[in-house]
Structure formats: C-alpha cells, structure tokens
T-cell receptor
Framework: GDSVTQMEGPVTLSEEAFLTINCTYTATGYPSLFWYVQYPGEGLQLLLKATKADDKGSNKGFEATYRKETTSFHLEKGSVQVSDSAVYFCAPTRGNTPLVFGKGTRLSVIA | DTAVSQTPKYLVTQMGNDKSIKCEQNLGHDTMYWYKQDSKKFLKIMFSYNNKELIINETVPNRFSPKSPDKAHLNLHINSLELGDSAVYFC??????????FGNGTRLTVT
C-alpha cells in the first residue's frame, strides 16, 4: 500500500536558519503531494501542494518540489521564524482521500 | 465563521462509558472524515463519508460508529471506551477530495 516517510523530529533551529524537512513516499502511479501544518492547539492546515512531477508548491516562504525520480517532496524554507514553530505533515494523496499522513515533524524555532 | 467545527474540544471520561463527538462543516463539502492522532502525532484515517454514504472504513473496532444525518454533519460515537482510545480525534471535510479542511480536534482522555 501507499506509505510515506518523514524525517524524525524534533527539529530545533535558530531564527533565520535554513529549514529542510525530508519526505519520501511509496505509491503506485503519481499521487498529488501535500504538506500540512499543525500549529499548537489547532487542526491541520494545508500549507502547499504539487499535483504533478516537477511542480513546485510554495506558500508563506515554504517550498517543495515534486521529484518523481526520487519519489520525494522535501519541504524547505530559507529563513525560519519563531511563528513557524509547528508540526509538519507530508501527505501523498491519490483519488479523493489522503489515506496516509507522515508521522509529522515537530519544528521549534528559537529567537 | 468556523468552517469545520467539532464539539467538545476536551472530553474526559472513564473506561466503559459511551461518548459522542460531533462535527459540522459549513463549507458545502460532499465528503467528511474522521482521523485519529495518537500521542506520537501519527495521523490515521478512520472513516470517510461521501454524501452521507460510508466509503472508507479502516480497521477500527466496531465500538466506533460514525453517523451522518446529513451532508454537513458526521458524528462519531464510541461505546465501551478503553484506555487506548485516548487520543486527539480530528474531523475533516473536502470537496472532490482535495484539500482537506480540518477541525481543531477533540482531545479524548479515558481514565
């Protein structure tokens, strides 16, 4: 079945540091790929998405590129802020339902 | 206006009790979901309803019973609660599957 592997957290960075959170997936065919973010005490929110190979999703300074050859969708941000502290989830999606979310990577940004 | 709302936000109860969690969405979406997030932040789908019809039922004990009185509501009823049911339960909705809009979660604690 479909599966997704995210890098283990927690990740602790200083403000303005560069962020990478790795995500690789196993799926038949070419799923859409999503990153969701969960701020403390809230539900998940869509952060960005890419629907086909080589597409780049971007939002709030975050970017991720759909790499078909490496089945990856790594999340990056050039300069993190304290307000980016949250848990990030990678979610390959096929059809109408994301059945699998990554286990989540907790990011803590310190001033 | 809250798009996907769940009640209650916190639920503390004893083993063996029966409890319900309610979910309502005002987005006009045709599909609603229940997800369970355990203490390690691993998010797994439990159920999915499309236009009041059950379309996904993952391996969940039959003590859990979803009920969808109409397209805008998907309630989760749990019988004979067990310690292992303690988790955060998220309701979500979507139109055409993508992306999911999540509620803020219900933290269930079984003592």
């Amino acid at each position: 079945g479909d599966s997704v592997t995210q890098m283990e957290g927690p990740v602790t960075l200083s403000e303005e540091a560069f962020l990478t959170i790795n995500c690789t997936y196993t799926a038949t065919g070419y799923p859409s790929l999503f990153w969701y973010v969960q701020y403390p005490g809230e539900g998940l929110q869509l952060l960005l998405k890419a629907t086909k190979a080589d597409d780049k999703g971007s939002n709030k300074g975050f970017e991720a590129t759909y790499r078909k050859e490496t089945t990856s969708f790594h999340l990056e941000k050039g300069s993190v802020q304290v307000s980016d502290s949250a848990v990030y989830f990678c979610a390959p999606t096929r059809g109408n339902t994301p059945l699998v979310f990554g286990k989540g990577t907790r990011l803590s940004v310190i001033a | 206006d809250t798009a996907v709302s769940q009640t209650p936000k916190y639920l503390v109860t004893q083993m063996g009790n029966d409890k319900s969690i309610k979910c309502e969405q005002n987005l006009g979406h045709d599909t609603m979901y229940w997800y369970k997030q355990d203490s390690k932040k691993f998010l797994k789908i439990m159920f999915s309803y499309n236009n009041k019809e059950l379309i996904i039922n993952e391996t969940v004990p039959n003590r859990f019973s979803p009920k969808s009185p109409d397209k805008a509501h998907l309630n989760l009823h749990i019988n004979s609660l067990e310690l292992g049911d303690s988790a955060v339960y998220f309701c979500a909705s979507s139109q055409g599957g993508l992306p999911l809009h999540f509620g803020n979660g219900t933290r269930l604690t079984v003592t």
